[in-house]
């Protein structure tokens, strides 16, 4: 579900006893370069992204068949007043942007026996996307004895608002927001710390390390969705218009660690590759708040002449304002590659370029977990990994 790509050009200071512009050791005296030991910290420039995940819609999935309009004159329930709404959006929407960020890495090794500590962050991902006439489906479950819906209304579409009044038809309305904002955000940073063992360097074979010990990588994504409310003067009213929801997906993410890297030096030139696999555990925390139909009210509107009910306004669904949480834990393993190539300018600093990929699983994003049921909303825990 997450894709790190590209590690920039890195600078970083060797072991060496912090002898910083001492002459780099090239010396193949007695065997193949023997790889420094003592104190190192490396900085690494980072230009990262992300993938979006799995396409989802932006809607309850699949279709609604809604009523556009009944028209007095003609028979009811014509082909020409119905129609199948299905979502035009989806989250393909949000592409990948490459993100600057930083990966800190210090510790010491001597004696072929050391320790590490890691540590990364990646500047947070923002994207805002706008669109027109979006048609979204809502899970409208029937309710009482007469199986009634809450986004029934009345599609009796001659817009009698003078006695005598027409009879009202009730059936499912579609629903269209005019103007849509889409926001979404991402956040991310980890840290590790590792006990190191270094095997003896090999003449031909260059030199593996093992290291053992637990990493934390947080991944947190959020998703704002605001509509506009209805701009008049509109065949088919936006009486949701003005909704907004908002959906937090926090992925607190840990366990122990087990990685291995090769590396192999020949002058002041160092080739290197390193994997780890992290067997973690995801602590997640899911947010949402709701503001639903704000500008609704409910029920027929009451004259001197009787009572009539609007054209395309909901018969029984009001204003509802929700908030939810909820909580689940899933295994979320972790697998990271590394592929390196350094140059050693002086004994203790040397120019790094590569590559950084890595692959977890059982993240929650914020995109797919939303539960489009009328009226509150609330989560799809099915789509949370």
């Given amino acids: 579900m997450l894709l790190l790509l590209l590690a920039a050009p890195a600078l970083g200071q060797g072991p060496g006893g912090f002898q910083i512009f001492g002459n780099a050791d090239m010396s193949t005296y007695g065997g193949p370069q023997k790889p420094n030991e003592g104190y190192f910290f490396q900085f690494h420039g980072l230009y990262w992204s992300i993938t979006p995940g799995i396409t989802h819609e932006i809607g309850y999935p699949g279709s609604r068949t809604v009523f556009v309009g009944i028209h007095p004159t003609g028979p009811f329930d014509t082909a020409s007043d119905v129609r199948i709404q299905t979502n035009t959006l989806d989250t393909s929407l949000f592409n990948n942007q490459f993100r600057v960020g930083n990966r800190i890495e210090f510790g010491r090794i001597e004696d072929r026996d050391g320790w590490f500590v890691s540590v990364f962050q990646l500047r947070d991902e923002s994207q ?120 937090d997906a926090e992925n607190h993410i840990v366990g122990p660690q087990i990685g291995l890297r090769w590396f192999k030096k020949r002058g002041r030139w160092t080739i290197s590759t390193e994997g780890r696999f992290m067997a973690g555990l995801n602590r997640q925390n899911l947010h949402q708040q709701v503001n639903m139909g704000p500008k609704l009210d409910p029920g027929p509107i009451s004259t001197d002449d009787g009572i009539y009910y609007p054209p395309f306004e909901p018969k029984a669904m009001g204003p509802t304002n929700a908030s939810h949480s909820a909580y689940a834990n899933e295994w979320a393993p972790m697998v990271e590659l590394r592929v390196e190539g350094r140059f050693q300018i002086t004994r203790s600093i040397s120019f790094h370029a590569g590559w950084s990929g890595m692959w977890v699983d059982g993240v929650a994003r914020a995109t797919s977990i939303i539960d489009y049921t009328v009226p509150a909303m609330g989560f799809d825990l099915a789509n949370n990994r």
């Fill in 128 to 247: 805002g996307l706008t669109a027109s006439s979006a048609e979204m489906v809502f899970n409208d479950p029937a309710f009482g004895p007469f199986g009634e819906r809450l986004l029934y209304g009345n599609v009796n579409n001659d817009g009698s608002t003078e006695p005598p009044y027409s009879p009202p038809v009730f059936r499912d309305l579609p629903v269209t927001f005019y103007n849509v904002l889409l926001e979404k955000k991402i956040d991310t940073w980890g840290v590790e710390a590792s006990y190191l063992h270094r095997f003896i360097t090999r003449r031909a074979g260059g030199t593996v390390e093992l290291f053992l010990g637990a990493r934390y990588f947080e991944f947190n994504e959020h998703f704002w969705v605001n509509t506009g409310e209805d701009p008049g003067e509109t065949t088919i009213p936006s009486f949701l218009g003005g909704s907004n929801w908002n959906t």
